[in-house]
C-alpha cells in the first residue's frame, strides 16, 4: 500500500467520514475489475492488480476501525 493510502484513510477514520471510505473502497474495487478485464494481453497487470488489492485492504481496515 501506498504512504499516500494509508494517510488518505487515516484521515477519514479521524474524521469518522465511512461513507467517503466505503467509495474510496468501491472506486479502488472498479479500478481493478476493469484492469482484470482488459488483463491477458502483453502487458502484465499484476502488480498494479496486486497495489489495489493492498489499497482495498487499507481501506477496509480503515472501516474496521471505526
Known sequence: ???AVKLIV???VSLKDRAALEEM???RQRL???LQEKAGGWV???RSIQIFDEDIDAVEA???RL
Open 44 to 46: 502484465d497487470v499484476s
Open 62 to 64: 480503515g472501516l474496521a
Open 32 to 34: 481493478r475489475k476493469s
Open 25 to 27: 473502497r468501491e472506486h
Open 10 to 12: 487515516d484521515a477519514y
Open 1 to 3: 500500500m501506498s504512504d
